[in-house]
């Protein structure tokens, strides 16, 4: 079958077999598509290898048919279309994954729109909703609000009736923002834009920055407040304002989802869909694709989610 490899900062395409044998819980899926995440870029570039025991192929979600399913899986057949939430190996022709990090394509999607799906709405799900325990009172931060994660958090919160505020770079982002339900949105560049935030402030701030974001993010952040670090686009290390942490009791978690077990993973599949899978069926809350590109074209594809052009996710169709 014909898989990625990463050589020299690029994607490259081989031939491989995928030797790997079904256990008792796991499926086997033919790929049709492919979501790109941040989480690609950072392994391309070396800087975030895959979790032990995983493949080095990278692709974190996937959308395709499944072909195979082990002697104990009971939740889906062979035939099925659905979508997985991957630690690795979706920029491949097939994947093995444990049902538990399946889901089923919701109603009327396309198989473009299931591979956008999982890896970002599971990340804004766990981080907002299970570890900081967002409240319906609560006013939400959310950096680059425009790409993947943020246009999946955005909608999740106007599901369920939670203000926003929208971070992004360019006006036009703002604007798009604001069309997903977004309460506010603002420009990064603009520092009026951030004196907006402080009248209000806010409760539940997601950052994928880390650098000197946090401190900064330390002033809108009210009392009993939570920032949920899930990236390090703005580097490794920052200031902290720990008086300000101590008189206003705020929190600074920090998580990742990749590494997280089958079981874990399942749970919070699971969960998202328990809580939001009528607004998905009904296409209420649904990824928002900028576009999809031929596998051939990945490189390229990254490139442009490096630039920060992106408006929701790039999606890599795997028969093209």
Known sequence: MRVASIKEGQIEWNEAELSKELS?????IKISHAGINRADLMQVAGAYPPPPGASDIPGLECCGQIVAVGDQVDTFAVGDD???LLAAGGYAQHVIVDQQQVLPLPQGWSKAQGAGWLETFATAYLNVFQL???????RVLVHAAAGGVGTSLLQLCKEKGISTVAVVGTDEKQTF????????????HHERDWNAIEKEGVDVILNPIGGDSI??????LNTEGRIVLIGLMGGREGQVD???MLIKRQRIIGSTLRA???ERKGAILSELWA????????????PMIDQVVPATDVNEAMDYMRENRTFGKIVLDMNA
């Open 24 to 28: 008792a819980h796991q499926v086997k």
């Open 82 to 84: 659905v979508c997985a």
């Open 132 to 138: 900081a325990r967002v409240k319906p009172s609560d």
């Open 177 to 188: 923002c604001q069309k997903l339900g977004a309460s506010l949105s603002i420009n990064r």
């Open 215 to 220: 401190a900064r993010d330390q002033r809108f």
């Open 242 to 244: 720990f008086g300000r």
């Open 260 to 262: 997280l077990s089958a």
């Open 275 to 286: 809580e939001f899978g009528d607004a998905f069926n009904a296409r209420r809350v649904m």
